[in-house]
């Protein structure tokens, strides 16, 4: 059997905790805590589980705050996901002043231009938008790809600014004609 993915699998902790019911009132009597939920009738909570005296402290602790728990930390997953997010956008600024001011290139574009190869959707933009004759191989696209950018080969990507300003470029309008 495949194994979910962790974003399935959040996802599915996610609904599961929108729709658990918290516990809305507590009571105890001499076998333990009885735990209850609001019903349809508003005088009468309905008892969705009882803890029994001989349950640790701290089981007792996670089952009283069984909606609070995972909700704070599906929060913090979020929270380090938009910082993790924000400091990916910051490098990528970044590097690319560097690259701006004459360093090197601030990724392996040669790498990236090598994927975006055999991207069946980069295939039909480069078809769309720059005359690529079918079939739409691998080889035809790197190829007009180094046409039009005026390139002998995708490692210039990696050591011309130039080259890797006018492959950025592609990718911009790669991305903005994919949207579209």
Known sequence: MRQASAKDRLSRIRELVASAVPIAHVSSDIEGLRLASDSMEPAEPEI???IPQACPVSNRELLLKHVEIPADLIRMIDAAAKLDRRRRTEIERLQMELEARGGRPAKNYAAECAMKCSEPA???????RHALARPLTDDRVAARVRSVLAISSRTELNTSNEAAARWREMVKDFDAWRKR
């Open 48 to 50: 969705i589980g009882t």
């Open 122 to 128: 980069f295939k039909a933009f480069m078809e769309a």
